[in-house]
Structures are given as C-alpha cells and as structure tokens.
C-alpha cells in the first residue's frame, strides 16, 4: 500500500538547539495550506462535497466554542480541571470524522473533538472534569471507549479490542489515540508490537503537539515519531495535524488499510498544544511566547475558514449561522454543566462489582446507617 | 535557626541540602526540571544543581526505576519522583521485583538506595489516580521501606535522612497538605526516620494516623478534649519497618485503640496494626482495635470524596464505639 509508505532515514538530532518546532518538513501531508489554499498530495487524494467542508468547519469551531466555554467554567470554579485541545481541533475532528459507525476509538483525556465527533454529549465529559462521574457516556453505542487518564494503557486496550474484530471478522477498525509524552510508556511500546505481530485493525494515531506537560519532544525522542513505525514492521505517516483535510485523509486511508487486512498504521499528526497543559499548568514556565505566536500563524480552524471563502463555498450568512450554533452550545454547556449534580453517594458502591460482594454490602448498608444520624442534625 | 515552612517548602530546601551534602545525589521525575515538579517541590533545583542532577526524564515510570536501579549499582543515590500516586503502577514492576530483591539477592553486594518520592492520598478534587493510597502494596514487599511525612520538620529532616539511608525507601507525601505550615528548626537534632511519635497526649482512646491522616485524628482530639474526652494521637512516621512499641505503650494505658487511614479497609495497614496491637496488649484492651479506613471501592469521583475520606466525624464515631465497649 503506497499511500502509507514512509521513510527511514534518521533525522540528525541537535540537542537543545533553539526553537525546534518548525523545521522543515518534506514529509508531511497537506492537503490544505495554513493560507487556506488547496494542494494535491500524491498519495492522498481527497473528495469532499461542498456539504462536507461546511460540516467539517462548524466541527472545528464548535469543538473550540465548547473548549474555551469550559475553560471559562473551570475559571468560575465549576469544574475541578480541564484539558484544553486548543490548536488540536483538526486533529481531532480530522480523525473523529474518518471513522465509520461500527469503528471504536480509544481517547486519552484530551479528545473532546473525537468525542463531538462520536456524538458523544459534552455535558457527559464535562461530568467527568467536574467530578459527579467517571465519565457518563456509554462507550458501546458511541463507539467512544471511556476517557484514559494513565499514559498509553489505551493502546493496549485499542489493540486488543482490535484483535477482537479481527476474529469476528467484523470489518472494522480501532483508533487509539496517544501523545507524543506517551510514545516513552512500556505499554506503547507493547501495544506496537502487539499490533505488528497480530497484523491488528488497529491505527495509533499520536497528536504531536510537541510537549507532555513541560517536557519538549526532545525528551522523548532524537527520531521523528512517525518514524518509530519502521521498527516495529508497519507504516508510519507524518500529517499536518493543523490541516482537518490531509489528517481526514490519511485517517480514512489507515483505517481501510486495517479493514482490508493490512494491520496497523501510526499517524503522527504534527501540532501544538496552544493552551497550558490542563488549567493547572503554568505553560509560561517552560516556552516562550515566540513560539505560540508561529504556530498561532497556523492555525487549524483559520485555513478552512479562508478556504471556503476564497472558494465561494460558504458565505456570511453561513458564517454567521456556524456562530449562532456555537452560541447556543456555549450557552447550553453553562447552563448544563452548572446542572451537573453530584449522584447518591451510595453510587461509590453501587457499580464496583457485577455481583456484589457481602463484605461491600456490609460497608454500604454501615455507611447508609452513618449518614441517616446526620439527616436533618442542622435543622 | 526556626522558620516557619509549608511542607512543599520543607521538602525542597531538605532536598537541596542533601543534594549539596552528596554530590552522588541525583533527581529523576517527570517535569522537575524547568517546571519544578507539578507541586513546585523540585523548584529552582535544576538552576543551581544543573541538568545532570535535576533530571526531566521521558514519560516513563519503569524506565525512571529502572535506571535508578543502575545508577544506584553504580553509586549513585537517585530520588524519583513519581508525579502522582496513580503512575506508580507501571513503575511496580521495577519497585517490586527489582529494586526490593537485589541487595538480597547479591548477599549485600549491591546497594540500593534510592527513593522513590510519591504525593499520596486524596482531598484536593483531583479527576481519577490522584488521589489513591497505595501504601499496603509497598509495605506488602519486603526490603522496601515506607516512610509517610504528616510535619513540616519531618519533611525537611525526613527527605535528607531518606536520600542519605542505605535501603529503598518509598517516601510518601501527604499531597492536600502540601500547603499547611508548621515550624522547622533547620539546626537542631532531626526525630529517628524509622520511629513513631505521640504528637498528642491523652488518657481515653489512642489513636494512630499516619501522613494527610495526622490532622484530622488532632482534630478529633481536639474536638473530642471539648466533650471532656482525652485522646492520645500517635503518629505512625514509619510503615515499614513499623515502630509499635510507643503504641503498645500507650494502649495499655488507654486500654483502647483506633487506627485510621485512607487506603481502602481490606488488608490495609489497619489490619497489621489491630493484629499486632491485640496480640501484644490484649490483656490491656477494653474494647477491640477499631479501623477507620476508606471503603473497599475505587476512590470516587472528587464531588463524593468528601463521603468516602474518613473525617473527624468517623474517628470520633470509632471512639465512641471504643469506649462503648
Ligand atoms: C503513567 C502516567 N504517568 C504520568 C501521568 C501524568 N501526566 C498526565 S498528562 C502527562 C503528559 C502527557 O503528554 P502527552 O502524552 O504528550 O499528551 P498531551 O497531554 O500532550 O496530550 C503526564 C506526565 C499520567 N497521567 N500517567
């Protein structure tokens, strides 16, 4: 399959050298400028209707409307944390838009856009940021597995499940998405090889957005990532995870390649984290402003914005009408996630097991006894 | 000279003073470099110790055991830092089979002495797997030691004496109390590394915490003393090896014990304790050892969190059903 060759060469490492984020890249696909102009990739051709484009841009800017209304809500103090995806939109929405319906995706913690995607509700997520649950969506119908805070245990999960299909002969295929951070994780490193030996439907898609936390790239790997694929026998791509069209494209061609009985794909979407690394982070500590400014010069939603225009595909009033949704997401994500309240507290207990056991019972029904001493003690 | 630290604070001038007495000393963790650790405990570190001695390592807890493991047979005193109690796991491995067995299995021949740093415990409204206690599995393995710090002083004192003691230590930080601050004489003789404390004298109940656990058991007592109850507040220090002989002390004065922590009930360190505790004092016990512990469930998500850490309510619950007996 041509359209996922990749390279092998070894890109010389400069340790510490300054700015490293921006180098040049002749092996990553685009398919859409950051000028917002359309180019032709010969590996991945793309047809998208006029209807499509329009869909994937009220995407991007709705999956930033709730990103940013949420980063608000934490601010108010009505949720606990929030991982922001700002600058990743079109990785997300690009990738989330590939998968077919009977596909399932294996998130992090970051992947609000695939779960927009999934139709997954965001006041399901929020949930889990508040604190009221673990996260309240069913993982079966979405086809959106639950959020997965330990770094790269999903890609385990991600490829087993695949490995499941494979021996249904379901023709379908799982996305597990990663962070650059995670490619270090033993477990990754598993899940590659687990994949590559059971030619698994499964396609690792890892958002380079160039940092874990404070920690650049650098300090995980002197290679492009995407080139880490070669040594575990399966192609690796590098895309312009910026570029909602190039990341839809070879999504959309890893996943067939799965379905068809070529095992997995890794897709490197190069990006940038625009935001700190969740609320709790203070990004100002270890990057510079310059380097927020380039990449803001890139950006996701900005390129598709001129491209529809340019191209008469889309005029003010439809503009206007993608920002009247976004406007009536963010109000009903405030408004609901102020709703959120918290479930029994018995619900600590209620789930744990299948068949509960007699000692948990036990503590239940002590715990139930406990709290009934205190009802109405203030009244 | 006293000065008054946060615990966070104390933990970060007691590592630069051990990083400053042994140049074999060396930091591992993820983001402890130019970010200071997630909790700022690393802070300003590497600027004055350098790259090679603050190390911001790749994300991968095994590989910052394992290598500790080789630094250490090289000389080298590696403190990891494990960013949250819940990334412990996949470091395990390495912790348990590894770095608890080979001063053993080399008859003494290779040294182990590493610590390994882990904010622990819940009560700061974290998302999942950062707020767990995962002490038991720890004290479980022999030939690790668990200390866990609940003062500022011991913060500071504990951190160097773990970093200058020839075995593995797991060094447990009480993370929600990072923040509370307490005096610390950065002179005067530190307290044994390896021995309980009565940090609370009483004649009724004895009462046994150890790190974000301390507080609240004084709290009970001081909640307890309004009601003409006298409790006396041991705090544990150590885990592995424990120091039980303060406690026998003073149960069999008090006659009643209570021990609490925040790990789940089953097989946590209370059972040890009420095991050991009853066969040494029973002749002294009026009531059995009671265990005030978290329930036998996943930590919930942080809005029930309140309904599943034992507060001062429940320690008091526990000593009204001791002197009940
Ligand atoms: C096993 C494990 N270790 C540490 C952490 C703490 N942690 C949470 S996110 C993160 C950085 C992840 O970086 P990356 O994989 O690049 O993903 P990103 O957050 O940039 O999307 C770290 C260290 C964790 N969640 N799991």
């Known amino acids: ?379 | 000279m006293t000065e008054t630290l946060t615990i966070g604070k104390a933990l970060n001038l007691g590592l630069r003073r051990a990083m400053e007495d042994d140049a074999k000393v060396v930091l591992m963790g993820e983001d402890i470099g130019r970010l200071g650790g997630v909790f700022r405990i690393t802070d300003g570190l590497q600027k004055d110790f350098g790259e090679d001695r603050v190390v911001d390592t790749p994300l991968a807890e095994a590989g910052i055991l394992g290598t500790a493991v080789g630094l250490a047979m090289r000389g080298y005193r590696p403190v990891c830092e494990i960013q949250f109690d819940g990334f412990v796991f996949p470091a395990v491995n390495q912790i348990v089979t590894q770095v608890a067995k080979l001063h053993a299995r080399s008859k003494g021949r290779l040294p182990m002495p590493i610590v390994v740093r882990i904010p622990f415990g819940g009560g700061i409204g974290a998302v999942e797997h950062h707020s767990e206690s995962p002490e038991g599995y720890f004290v479980h393995t022999a030939g690790l030691k668990v200390v866990a710090i609940s003062s500022p002083a011991d913060a500071y004192w504990g951190i160097q004496q773990a970093v200058a003691h020839p075995d593995p230590i797991i060094f447990l930080e009480p993370k929600r109390r990072y923040w509370d601050k307490g005096e610390v004489d950065l002179d005067g003789a530190p307290a044994p590394l390896f021995a309980s404390r009565v940090v609370r004298g009483g004649d009724d109940v004895t009462v046994l915490a150890y790190g974000p656990m301390v507080k609240t058991a004084l709290q009970a007592a001081e909640a307890a003393a309004e009601e003409g109850r006298s409790l006396e507040v041991v705090d544990l220090r150590t885990l592995s090896p424990l120091d039980l002989e303060p406690v026998y002390a003073s149960v069999r004065r008090t006659g009643r014990c209570v021990v609490v922590h925040e790990a789940p009930l089953t097989l946590g360190l209370g059972a040890e304790i009420a095991a050991r505790v009853t066969e040494t004092c029973f002749h002294s016990l009026e009531a059995p050892v009671l265990r005030v512990g978290g329930y036998d469930t996943p930590y919930p998500p942080s809005k029930l969190e309140e309904d599943y850490l034992p507060d001062l309510d429940r320690v008091l619950d526990a000593v009204d059903r001791a002197l009940g007996f």
């Open chain 1, 1 to 379: 399959m041509t359209a996922l060759s990749h390279t092998t060469e070894v890109v010389d490492p400069v340790p510490g050298a300054g700015a490293p984020h921006l180098p040049d890249q002749p092996d990553l696909v685009q398919l859409l400028t950051p000028e917002g102009e359309r180019v032709e990739h010969p590996d991945y051709a793309l047809d998208v209707t006029a209807e499509e484009l329009r869909g994937l841009y009220r995407d991007l800017v709705l999956v930033r409307r709730w990103d940013s209304e949420a980063t608000a809500l934490q601010r108010q103090g009505e949720l606990g944390l929030w991982a922001s995806l700002l600058g990743q939109e079109a990785a997300q929405v690009g990738a989330g838009r590939a998968l077919a319906a009977d596909d399932m995706a294996f998130p992090t913690y970051r992947e609000h856009g695939v779960a927009w995607t999934r139709g997954v509700d965001p006041l399901h997520v929020l949930s889990l940021f508040r604190g009221v649950d673990q996260g309240g969506w069913d993982p079966v119908t979405t086809g959106f597995n639950l959020y997965t805070v330990v770094i790269g245990a999903q890609t385990l999960h991600a490829t087993g499940y695949a490995m499941g299909m494979q021996r249904d002969g379901a023709e379908s295929a799982t996305l597990a998405f990663l962070g650059d951070g995670a490619t270090s994780q033993g477990e990754v490193n598993e899940a590659l090889i687990w994949a590559s030996t059971f030619a698994a439907p499964v396609v690792f898609f890892c958002q380079n957005n160039q940092y874990a936390i404070s920690a650049p790239i650098e300090r995980q790997s002197r290679v492009p990532l995407f080139q880490r694929a070669a040594g575990f026998g399966f192609p690796g791509v590098r895309v312009d995870g910026n570029d909602v069209l190039a990341v839809l494209a070879v999504t959309r061609a890893a996943l067939a390649a799965a379905r068809d009985g070529q095992g997995p794909t890794f897709i490197e979407a190069f990006t940038y984290r625009m935001g700190a690394h969740t609320t709790s982070d203070d990004p100002t500590r270890y990057r510079l402003a310059s380097e927020l400014e380039e990449w803001k010069l890139r950006d996701p939603i900005a390129r598709v914005k001129a491209h529809l225009s340019r191209s008469g595909i889309a005029d003010a009033d439809f503009f206007a009408g993608v920002e009247a949704d976004a406007d009536a997401l963010a109000e009903r994500i405030r408004s609901g996630t102020r709703e959120l309240a918290p479930p029994a507290p018995t619900e600590i207990f209620d789930h744990v097991y299948a068949e509960m056991p007699p000692e948990l019972a036990r503590q239940r029904a002590e715990f139930v006894e406990y709290h009934s001493r205190f009802e109405g003690a203030g009244q």
